[in-house]
């Protein structure tokens, strides 16, 4: 057996010690009683079924979801056999098992095993909640796009441009924006060139005939904007925090309540915190779209960025859901998805990333709630390591990618022109970059 092959096994072998236990706690199996109360979101989305099977999505608060996830929540109940909740479980089972074949593939091609472990090791640590959300889907469309847009990015002689699974890629971007909005963030990965441009309209025009066809075959497709505009500052987020102190400290006299399908906090100084959640947001959305207009492209950006701009997406949200782990790990590490001779610039990001995955809550939510100090303190661990992986990811990829004085205090990498091969004047034209530079350190 090749050393290939037994690599393949135990990724297989890796895959099945972790998922079986996984699997037979979602379904009750064992410990039925932690099955049970960990199952997710199941029991809400059983709430909406009558409105789905009568061609409508559900007007309701918690409804928060693009019109493309009523088909899907629909799906498991066309399926033959179990109740609900059975197949739907075993819908996520096979969602997941998919993201690991795919990992797996990219592995066997690149020579990284990093990606399927990343995900054998990180998904577990939600424990049955992530076989009792539909979020496992969405980075099923994320991981398939982002092998699709490594698969032969650099090949032809180092030739740096994006390959024929750009069109089958910009369809799966678009489909999961249309599930979640954050496979959509995959765009900022894309080169601005007419290939990357192409990627990103058939991403757009994806997302939008899926909506559309969504919007013909159900009513009520667009309430789920006004639930989203009216949400509050959820109790895992980053801006939720300074409230769980002060109610710690006997300052702050407000309260947790459930609101708009999650538990918030509400009382005095709530609305100004979340005006200035959507305004951070908007910032740090302006500084990427300004990083992005001025990098230089090359294979290995289009994981980082994805990365990146998901985790400035949850950080700078209202609304952190016990499902942040899932949304990271759906890239994979970035290293699974781009060619072994160049290498990502998350890496020194992904420890960050991954110790916040353990201190996640779906264990001691009920005590977040009543505000206990070890989850509050737990809470703070978590989204410090994300704050600190997204800024320290967010300043090497522009690092990595920019030459200039926007930050002065980081130097360009000294063998960052050793890996990437000078721009020819057709490789500058398909990077988007000028075919002259006069820095040395110019990529």
Same mark, same amino acid.
């Given at each position: ?29 064992? @410990?039925?009683? @932690? ?7 199941? &029991? ?37 056999? /179990? ?12 969602? $997941?098992?998919?993201? %690991?074949?795919?990992? %797996? ?12 472990? !990343?995900?054998?090791? &990180? ?13 496992? !889907? ?40 249309? #599930? ?7 765009? !900022? ?20 005939? /899926? ?31 300074? !409230? ?39 910032? +740090?959305?302006?500084?990427? /779209? ?10 290995? #950006?289009? /994981? ?11 950080? +700078? ?60 303190? #737990? ?16 300043? $090497? ?26 721009? +020819? ?15 040395? +350190?110019?990529?």
């Amino acid at each position: 057996m090749s050393q290939q092959s037994r690599r393949t096994l135990l990724v297989l072998l890796g895959w099945l010690a972790s998922r079986v236990p996984l699997y037979l706690l979602t379904t009750g199996h064992i @410990y039925s009683w @932690y099955g049970r109360r960990s199952i997710g979101d199941i &029991s809400v989305y059983l709430r909406w079924m009558p409105s789905l099977t009568h061609g409508a999505l559900p007007i309701d608060p918690s409804w928060q979801y693009p019109p493309l996830v009523g088909p899907l929540l629909l799906l498991p109940k066309l399926l033959p056999g /179990a109740d609900y909740q059975g197949q739907f479980v075993r819908t996520a089972f096979i969602a $997941d098992a998919v993201v %690991l074949l795919i990992l %797996l593939w990219t592995a066997r091609r690149r020579g990284s095993w990093r990606g399927p472990w !990343f995900w054998i090791v &990180s998904v577990p640590l939600l424990g049955p909640l992530i076989y009792g959300r539909f979020d496992v !889907f969405s980075a099923l469309f994320v991981v398939a796009a982002l092998a699709l847009l490594g698969r032969g990015a650099a090949a032809r002689g180092g030739e740096r441009r994006l390959g024929r699974g750009r069109w089958p890629a910009g369809i799966l971007i678009g489909l999961g924006a249309a #599930v979640k909005v954050w496979p959509g963030l995959t765009v !900022f990965g894309m080169p601005r060139t007419r290939r990357g441009w192409q990627t990103i309209a058939t991403a757009v025009a994806a997302a939008g005939g /899926a909506s559309l066809l969504c919007a013909l075959a159900f009513r009520n497709s667009t309430w789920f904007l006004h639930n989203q505009g009216n949400r509050g500052i959820e109790i895992e987020s980053v801006w939720a925090i300074p !409230f769980l102190l002060a109610k710690r400290l006997h300052w702050w006299h407000g309260r947790v309540h459930g609101h708009y399908g999650s538990m918030e906090v509400l009382g005095s100084g709530v609305s100004f915190a979340s005006d200035l959640a959507l305004f951070s947001t908007g910032v +740090t959305f302006t500084l990427l /779209a300004w990083w992005w207009w001025r990098k230089q492209w090359r294979p290995s #950006v289009v /994981a980082d960025a994805t990365l990146v701009s998901t985790l400035l997406m949850i950080v +700078t949200s209202r609304v952190i859901s016990p499902q942040v782990p899932d949304l990271a790990a759906g890239h994979g590490p970035p290293s699974a998805c781009c060619p072994p001779n160049l290498p990502a610039s998350q890496r020194p990001a992904d420890p960050g990333r991954a110790a916040a995955d353990p201190v996640d809550l779906p264990y001691n939510f009920n005590s977040l709630i009543h505000y206990h100090l070890g989850p509050v303190l #737990v809470l703070i661990l978590r989204d410090g390591l994300l704050v600190a992986a997204t800024a320290v990811g967010f300043v $090497d990829l522009w690092r990595d990618t920019i030459t200039g004085s926007f930050l002065p205090w980081r130097g360009q990498p000294a063998d960052l022109a050793a890996t990437v091969p000078a721009p +020819t004047s057709r490789g500058a034209a398909d990077t988007g970059a000028p075919s002259v530079r006069s820095s040395p +350190t110019s990529v």
